[in-house]
């Protein structure tokens, strides 16, 4: 089984943790068991060391004693310092026998304590034999057997010496050899901890730092810095702040992706909704377009033929103006069926808001309201057809006029913006401060057939609607909460022409 990149980057650092952790733990085990190895190798074997030397100065400086009596006529004070050397000598050889080690070191204590006996019983038999008057039979003793047990017993405190110097190489070579292990065993953690450490950082590398700068490098070619000059790229040098500017940017595109399509389809299923109704409209509003042009010519007949009645003057008027009425429905429902096909030209877009603001100036006169336009300064060219924009901007100016009322105020404002796909727009802006839309009514303004007036056609801002999406611009509700609504045009700019 295959493993993926995160469990072998945690099986790596995993491993390179418990090396870690066991290397110390010998080594720390090792130091604790070779300081307690040196501290009891010191304490026993200095203490074992110095008894012997003890014990030989101990035997030595018993020596002469018995010479010097009887080189000095029997004086007895020579006799008076034997028996301490004696007792400090065997406190020396009770100690040399607590701090043995081995059976060697206790058998020569064994002889040296058994020969020393004899070299004492041999000693006191000198004195005695001096004291008894044979002095040459104590002198022969002396130079004989006392010596030579003295030297025996001299011989067997440089045994033990050298009994327990060997002990101490003996020690020393163990403990040396315990260090080489846990060196090699500390050597190896390390080794293998680097190894792993290596492994990791190859798998960094190979698996998250490489594929990494592989995004920033496609970041950078997505967002066109493809030249290598850092001072000019829009991405950070440091990766991974770039990788998550990146998906930033990336989950923006997405979220606008996601909101294009479902705008999307919403217009699809209300264009596969309205295909059918587009045709029965059209065929009905041209069933009814030509009885109505019939009626209109007879009514202005009749008008000639029996006018001169102000009462009856009237009623014709307002018949026409049902006539009217009905022939501009009937407009709305061929032009809703059957979309004219744009005449696309530059258009200065001052120019299109002059003119439409002459034709609908005369309705804000007569309800008393102000008008505040505003125009950006170096607004560019607009490509647009001129007569269908400008329908556009006398359906919004109209809703307007309703909604703001008597002498209410209406704002035209234009300004050059960017779209999101980079495009250059013109976007204007009509705003009043009428009493807004509901949160109801919002979201349904641009549904065909859908009306908030007793006399509309619910037509218009879905025809409004359409001729933007033709121009590849598009109409927007900006706002319309508490007071006032604000409706947004946005026209593609012309293309500017090469220098």
Known sequence: MRLTLAKRVVVTVVGVICLTVLSSMVALLSSWHIGRSLHVTVSNNVSSVRAAEELEIALLEQRGFVSSYLL??????????IEEKKQRFLEWLDEARRSSHTDDEDRILSDLWEVYQQYDTARD????????????????????????LFSDAYDL???????????????????????????????????????L????????FSGVFFPIRAMVADARRLVGDVDGDEKSNSLPTDELRAVGIYLKNLMSDVADARTTLEHSRQELR?????????????????EIRSPLTSMKMWLFSLQKEVGGDPARDRKFEIVAEEVRRLEDIVRDFLEFSRPRELNARVLPIAAVLDRTLELVGARM??????????????????????EQLRQVLINLLNNAVEAAGERGRIRVAATAESAADGR???VVRVSDDGPGMSNEVRPR??????????????????????????????????????????????IPAAPEEPA
């Open 125 to 148: 038999k000198v004195v005695e034999l001096y004291d008894c008057g044979e002095a040459a039979a104590a002198e022969r003793l002396l130079l004989g057997k006392v010596n030579d």
């Open 270 to 286: 209300d264009a596969e909704k309205l295909a059918s109704v587009g045709r029965l409209a059209a065929g009905v509003a041209h």
């Open 445 to 490: 303004i641009f549904e065909p057939f859908f009306t908030t007036r007793d006399d509309g056609t619910g037509l218009g801002l879905c025809i409004a609607a359409q001729i933007m999406a033709r121009h590849e611009g598009r109409l927007v509700l900006e706002s319309s909460a508490g007071a006032g609504t604000t409706f947004a045009i946005h």
């Open 72 to 81: 000095d006529d029997g004086n007895g004070q020579w006799l008076e310092g």
């Open 157 to 195: 405190c440089e045994r033990f010496i050298n009994a327990n110097h060997q002990y101490v190489a003996k020690t020393e070579d163990r403990v040396r050899s315990q260090i080489r292990q846990v060196t090699w065993a500390v050597a190896t953690c390390v080794l293998l901890t680097v190894g």
């Open 365 to 386: 006169v007569g309800r008393k309201i102000a008008l505040v336009r505003e125009d950006a300064a170096d607004l560019p060219p607009v490509l647009a057809d001129a």
């Open 197 to 204: 450490g290596a492994a990791l950082l190859w798998l960094f």
């Open 424 to 426: 250059r727009m013109v």
